[in-house]
């Protein structure tokens, strides 16, 4: 990572994972841990959990954001939950794209398009997850996947706006299965991801975009995916549930 140029940001997300009771405590343990980091430190919850991470994290440096929201003001979309909405909680961030909901519910590269569209409409902060699955991988497709994931959900999003959007590049076959992609295959689709900005925009707009890595980063291998140039940070998932684990890999972040 390069902080002179950009911001390094380690995300949690939580998935499926904790009631509200067991929230608060949770975030009590973590925030001593993560007290004087040297990078902003996210945790996105289910929305039943959001109220109560909101109070628990307020007057610390931990942000709160939300996985998922959908991209009309209000209307006759049950089970739906707003940006707009979002907003009104005090809920800066969102996570948009997720390969589980790409994969089991549903999402397009149009429809997460629409949801970046209406989470930067409501004032969020968007953490856009791209990424390729294993066949993709094997066929040698990666970037032409993660570029066109990137260009179609970037559309109609101003240069200017970019300062509301954070990349995720998280390999599909690296998610929950333990795999994790090694520092150098993080690093050449993280600055592949760089390059498609720049063509987007231009170099100024690609070297401010934070772009993390998601997948299986947990404290034994952070520190080593954090050093490379590219990698500005990760989205955490199944370590995020674990104060002292999440922790470690903020502390890898913050001395990168």
């Not at 800066?92 to 970046?116: C, L, M, Q």
């Not at 689709?189 to 401010?208: C, G, K, M, P, S």
């Not at 299986?216 to 500005?232: Q, R």
């Not at 674990?242 to 890999?249: G, L, N, P, Q, R």
């Amino acid at each position: 990572m390069n902080k002179s140029l950009r911001k390094a940001v380690i995300a949690g997300n939580w998935k499926m994972n904790k009631t509200p009771a067991e929230t608060k405590p949770f975030i009590e343990e973590l925030k001593p841990l993560v007290a004087d980091a040297d990078c902003d430190v996210v945790i996105c919850v289910p929305f039943v959990d959001l109220q109560a991470a909101l109070e628990a994290t307020e007057g610390s440096n931990i942000k709160v954001g939300a996985e998922n929201c959908y991209w009309e003001k209000s209307g006759a979309f049950s089970g739906e939950v707003s940006a707009d909405m979002l907003a009104s909680m005090g809920v800066p961030y969102v996570v948009i794209g997720h390969s589980e909901r790409r994969a089991y519910f549903g999402e397009t590269d149009e429809t997460v398009n629409k949801r970046v569209r209406g989470a930067i409409d409501s004032g969020l902060t968007v953490i856009l997850c791209v990424g390729e699955v294993l066949e993709q991988r094997e066929q040698g497709i990666t970037e032409e996947i993660v570029g066109m994931q990137t260009k179609v959900a970037l559309g109609g999003v101003s240069k200017e706006e970019l300062d509301k959007v954070i990349i995720a590049y998280e390999p599909v076959w690296a998610i929950g299965t333990g795999k994790t992609a090694t520092p150098d295959q993080a690093q050449e689709v993280n600055h592949y991801i760089r390059t498609v900005i720049a063509d987007l925009y231009d170099e100024e707009a690609a070297q401010a975009i934070t772009i993390q890595y998601g997948g299986s980063m947990n404290d034994k291998n952070a520190d080593e995916l954090v050093s490379k140039e590219d990698v500005d940070g990760g989205l955490i998932g199944g370590a995020s549930l674990v104060a002292e684990k999440f922790s470690a890999i903020v502390k890898a972040a913050s001395n990168g």
